[in-house]
Each structure stands twice: as structure tokens, then as C-alpha cells.
């Protein structure tokens, strides 16, 4: 999944302007921090009914996103 925009949003009034998904108030580094803990998908999937495996994805998408860009700045 490239295209996370419809996905990943960014409200300055909420979670103070972390991007979030689907407007929600669960950030991309809460989902991110989960599976860095050794959650599966499947295990947040169950935790977080409202969270969808396209959501999962797209917070993958935008931190390689984040990651390139990060590293193509300092090339």
C-alpha cells in the first residue's frame, strides 16, 4: 500500500498533530510500537476491533515513507 492519505491523518488539535489513522485518536507510533513488541496483526486486529488490516498497512507505508525521505534528505 502506497497511497495512505485517505488513511493516515494529521489534525493539529488532536494527539497534538501526531498523524493518526482514519481521524481516530490511535496514532501511527502507537500501531507501529505494538508490532515492535512482537504483536502480530491478527493480535491488534482482535484488540482494536475498529482498526482494519489496511490501516496496519498504510502506518507501515507512511514510516517508510517518513524513512526514505528522512534518509534521502542526508544522501
Given amino acids: 500500500m502506497n497511497d495512505y492519505s485517505k488513511i493516515i ?3 493539529p488539535d ?3 498533530g501526531k498523524p493518526c489513522i482514519r ?3 490511535i496514532t501511527v507510533y502507537d500501531v ?3 508490532l515492535a513488541s512482537g504483536m502480530t496483526m491478527e493480535e491488534i486486529l482482535h484488540d482494536f476491533p475498529y482498526l482494519t488490516k489496511e490501516d ?3 502506518c507501515l507505508s507512511f ?3 517518513r524513512e526514505n525521505h528522512i534518509t534521502s534528505r542526508s544522501a
Wanted: glycine share 12%; charged share 30%.
Fill in 9 to 11: 491523518t494529521i489534525e
Fill in 14 to 16: 488532536k494527539r497534538g
Fill in 23 to 25: 481521524g481516530m485518536r
Fill in 32 to 34: 507501529l510500537s505494538y
Fill in 56 to 58: 496496519i498497512l498504510a
Fill in 63 to 65: 514510516a517508510a515513507d
